[in-house]
């Protein structure tokens, strides 16, 4: 009797990882936090101790939610890649707890360019805002308990639930998660 052939170890990419700053993630998106190089609105109310600056521009179609999501430390490995067609998602520290993230710039093809991706580190003092269609993996904790805010529509995570997940990929009306392994036989190792 024949047996299987044991699936082939997967081809490991080496992607450094890079101090996250505004010029470095433009690509993908836009950082959230404090930049005096935006003026304030005029808002007039609390006698000037409130300064209001919009620093991102935000965009959805459909119902947002702010899930609050717990991670613990995980290999820095990235075998999915994800994309959202409907809505800018953003991932918020509320600890200040350093995270890695790794994305690629938005495309029209079914799968990110591996040649484009990029990981940075984020030490925990601003949050991020990606463009509509970047391609990215959720963040991972460099510390365990590291608490993230994430902003994105209900369709996105209504997305990942078990339900829509056929293969180890995921499809949504604004969502769409792709295997790395299994499609092209490769994992993304992130090098501090």
Same mark, same amino acid.
């Given at each position: 009797? /024949?047996? @299987?052939?044991? %699936?082939?170890? %997967?081809? =490991? =990419?080496?992607?450094?990882?890079?101090?996250?700053?505004?010029?470095?993630?433009? %690509?993908?998106?836009?950082?959230?936090?404090?930049? %005096?190089?935006?003026?304030?609105?005029? =808002?007039? $109310?609390?006698?000037? /101790? /409130?300064?209001?600056?919009?620093?991102?521009?935000?965009?959805?179609?459909?119902?947002?939610?702010?899930?609050?999501?717990?991670?613990?430390?995980?290999?820095?490995?990235?075998?999915?890649?994800?994309?959202?067609?409907?809505?800018?998602?953003?991932?918020?520290? #509320?600890?200040?707890?350093?995270? +890695? /993230?790794? $994305? !690629?710039?938005?495309?029209?093809?079914? &799968?990110?360019?591996?040649?484009?991706?990029?990981?940075?580190?984020?030490?925990?003092? @601003?949050?991020?805002?990606?463009? =509509?269609?970047?391609?990215?993996?959720?963040? $991972? !904790? &460099?510390?365990?308990?590291?608490?993230?805010?994430?902003?994105?529509?209900?369709?996105?995570?209504? *997305?990942?639930?078990?339900?829509? +997940?056929?293969?180890?990929?995921?499809? *949504?009306?604004? &969502?769409?998660?792709?295997?790395?392994?299994?499609? #092209?036989?490769?994992? #993304?190792? #992130?090098?501090?």
């Amino acid at each position: 009797m /024949a047996t @299987a052939a044991a %699936p082939a170890a %997967p081809r =490991i =990419i080496d992607v450094p990882v890079r101090r996250a700053t505004p010029e470095a993630l433009a %690509p993908y998106g836009q950082v959230i936090g404090h930049d %005096p190089k935006v003026a304030p609105m005029p =808002i007039d $109310f609390y006698d000037g /101790a /409130a300064k209001v600056r919009r620093v991102v521009d935000f965009r959805a179609e459909g119902v947002i939610e702010m899930p609050v999501v717990t991670l613990q430390r995980r290999p820095l490995e990235v075998r999915w890649m994800e994309r959202h067609f409907k809505h800018t998602q953003a991932f918020v520290s #509320l600890g200040a707890k350093p995270f +890695v /993230a790794c $994305f !690629a710039p938005p495309n029209d093809r079914e &799968l990110p360019d591996l040649d484009r991706v990029e990981a940075f580190l984020f030490d925990g003092s @601003a949050g991020f805002m990606m463009h =509509i269609g970047t391609w990215h993996e959720f963040p $991972f !904790a &460099l510390v365990d308990d590291t608490v993230l805010m994430v902003i994105l529509t209900k369709a996105a995570t209504d *997305g990942l639930v078990r339900d829509n +997940v056929i293969q180890d990929e995921a499809q *949504g009306e604004d &969502l769409d998660k792709k295997d790395l392994e299994a499609r #092209l036989g490769v994992r #993304l190792a #992130l090098r501090l």
